[in-house]
């Protein structure tokens, strides 16, 4: 068992910090008002929130002035999952709640954006909330009813931003892709949910290239025959093609929108999983849930008002753009970044942050690393005074990343909160992770998030603490999938989460909670390493392995073999005029066994010309073992869900060389 209790805190908020967090100020209110504890911070109101969990879900949508146009019977109908029914009886409006600070601050920008060339440039509420009401009474008067489709082929721009803000008040459902997916990656999400519009660009600016998407566009015309209108977004400057509308005429005029009020459990998005063994999820998610979710994320969690700028570096095929668009709930501004993360050289996103003057800066555990690597220093070489919080998601921050990120910004007098955080495109949120009253720990995630009944379980559901498990959520989350899209007897929707432990969400982590209530990720369990019975992570042989400066970016893999032996290699992609000798092997073999242990050292590296990943940046650490072990490539792998599916003809080759 591993004890936290005696490992002094990274960074520890100070007593002015902490009195002026909204979550502080939720405690007193929701003491006062609902019965929460008054004392005990967040642990005592983590506790109170999980053990009285409708009555915590009430407090919030009273905190967060929910409107609800009807109100609801109960908070929480049958706690069963999967199939919980929140709010029964209640209607309301996602986009309705997304556009309230125009009421109040109508001239304040609502939404800054800007791309590789060009300058922060603001929309502000009033003009946001207009386009909103142009685009919701075309989308109507082309025939858009509740629960119709709505797809986006689009980059993270204002009009996507618009154009998912005036489907959810229409009732519509949104959907999305970023334009660098291929026409055959984005079929295979759209052709399930049948959209009866598409958004799309020309084209778009990505490493200071302008690439052409006119025939991509016009392949899913032909390959969608449920459009009933195409919405031309002439990102490059070109003419709207034969038979599509141009996007100034559908959004010209001050138009008041008129938000149509749905029952709490009505769809507002299809987000889809990575899709690397199959066909993508197409997890559908609801207008209530996901408001109630992101209003305690964004404002409670990320301590995110209406004074504050939020950007995360992100695209719209990945779930933290739309958690990044839910930054509206709050009033907060919202930055919006076209563009490659490392162009024109690896710290633009610092760049991005300083120009448009960031409160809360949010990117992925590999850019932070690669920062570092590359000897980038933020705070050092842009005025990021600004920034309070740097958060990560998409793979655990390493212990280094950690202590970077607090040396840079220390070594310039800055008081930084380092949020790790993590969750999934399952419900769109996270499970754990920021929380501004609590200290950081090194290689930590700072504590379960409210209402998330979060456990680590040993194979017979017993929780542990201390100890890798499972990451499993016991209770329901509002924002949990309503059901797949093409799911009807919901078997792959169970087969998904709850095979495992019937009745509770299994994620597919391996997770340890510390006896503090922090949060260390271990890795995916669908590939964890196993070895003599003994659970390992990839994700902490990757952050030893790559403290290395001859080594770019790793893969592990271990794989069962017929026999009953175990195959354990590492996969090495090296940096720039590095060899792979005997002298680098050694080293990294003695590297992994002083830092982890001789159990991790692994049977073979390889050399591999680059580690493949998905379109949102995972590296497919399960479809290479299936490849490993004899699974044809196109059965292991959806092609379309790879960023270079080329390089996965090696790990097939490798698979028929060891048979023989």
């Known amino acids: 068992m591993t004890s936290a209790a005696n490992t002094a805190p990274l960074w520890q908020p100070d007593a002015d910090r902490i009195a002026a967090a909204r979550i502080t100020r939720f405690q007193a209110w929701a003491a006062e ?27 919030l949508a009273d905190w967060s002035g929910v409107r609800f146009s009807t109100p609801y019977e109960s908070v929480l109908a049958d706690p069963a999952m999967p199939g919980a029914r929140w709010f029964p009886g209640a209607t309301l409006n996602y986009a309705e709640h997304a556009l309230r600070a125009a009421d109040t601050r109508p001239d304040h920008p609502a939404l800054l954006h800007l791309d590789e060339t060009s300058q922060p440039a603001a929309i502000s509420w009033a003009e946001l909330r207009h386009q909103v009401g142009a685009l919701a009474a075309e989308l109507r008067a082309l025939g858009v009813r509740p629960g119709d489709r709505v797809s986006g082929y689009l980059p993270n721009i204002p009009q996507a931003v618009t154009a998912l803000l005036a489907t959810a ?6 959907t999305s892709c970023a334009p660098d ?70 959004t ?89 993360p490392g162009f024109p050289d690896t710290g633009a996103q610092w760049s991005v942050a300083e120009r448009t003057g960031a409160t809360f800066f949010g990117t992925s555990a590999a850019y932070v690393m690669a920062c570092r690597k590359a000897g980038v220093h933020p705070a050092r070489d842009h005025d990021l005074s600004r920034v309070a919080c740097v958060a990560t998601t998409g793979s655990p921050l390493p212990p280094d990343g950690f202590r970077w990120l607090h040396d840079e910004f220390a070594d310039s007098g800055a008081d930084l909160w380092i949020a790790s955080v993590s969750g999934g495109t399952d419900v769109c949120s996270c499970f754990a992770g920021a929380v501004p009253t609590l200290p950081v720990h090194i290689g930590e995630l700072q504590a379960a998030c409210l209402g998330t009944d979060l456990q680590s379980w040993d194979p017979h559901g017993r929780p542990l603490i201390g100890e890798v498990g499972e990451l499993v959520v016991a209770n329901p989350m509002p924002s949990m999938p309503i059901r797949f899209w093409n799911d009807p007897d919901g078997s792959r929707y ?84 590095a060899v792979l000798d005997d002298g680098l092997r050694d080293r990294i073999k003695r590297t992994i066994r002083e830092q982890l242990s001789p159990r991790h050292v692994p049977d073979d590296i390889i050399e591999i010309p680059a580690v493949p990943h998905t379109l949102t940046g995972k590296r497919l650490e399960v479809p290479v073992k299936r490849l490993l072990q004899g699974t044809p490539l196109t059965k292991a792998v959806n092609p379309g869900s790879v960023d270079d599916v080329g390089l996965l003809a090696f790990y097939e080759e490798l698979a028929r060389t060891r048979k023989r």
């Not at 008040?169 to 949104?174: D, E, H, I, N, T």
């Open 33 to 59: 008002h609902h019965g929460a504890p008054a004392d005990g911070g967040y642990p005592a109101l983590h506790r109170w929130s999980v053990e009285q969990l409708e009555t915590f879900w009430r407090a």
């Open 169 to 174: 008040a229409v009732g519509g459902v949104w």
């Open 181 to 250: 997916f291929g026409a055959r990656s984005v079929l295979d999400r759209f052709q399930q949910v049948e959209p009866v519009v598409l958004f799309a660009v020309d084209g778009y600016r990505y490493g200071g290239k302008a690439h052409d998407r006119t025939a991509a566009v016009a392949e899913l015309r032909r390959e969608l025959p449920s459009l009933r209108a195409v919405i031309h977004v002439p990102l490059l400057g070109t003419e709207a093609p034969e038979g599509a509308l141009d996007w100034s005429t559908v």
């Open 252 to 340: 010209s005029g001050a138009v008041e929108p008129v938000f149509e009020q749905v029952p709490f459990d009505h769809p507002l998005w299809v987000l889809y999983s990575s899709g690397t063994t199959g066909l993508p999820k197409a997890i559908v998610q609801s207008q209530g849930g996901i408001l109630l979710e992101h209003l305690k994320q964004l404002a409670l969690h990320c301590d995110l008002g209406p004074d504050d700028r939020f950007f995360w570096y992100t695209s719209t095929g990945w779930m933290m753009w739309n958690f990044l668009v839910s930054g509206l709930l709050t009033g907060t501004t919202v930055v919006l970044y076209d563009g490659s």
């Open 494 to 577: 169970r087969d998904s989460y709850f095979e495992m432990f019937p009745g509770v969400w299994r994620h597919g982590d391996w997770i340890t909670i510390t006896d503090r209530g922090s949060v260390i990720i271990h890795g995916r369990s669908d590939s964890t390493l196993n070895r003599q019975g003994v659970r390992m992570g990839s994700a902490d042989v990757y952050e030893a392995v790559e403290r290395l400066p001859e080594i770019r970016e790793s893969l592990v893999i271990g794989l069962e073999e017929p026999e009953g032996g175990y195959w354990m290699p590492l996969f090495v992609h090296l940096a720039e005029g």
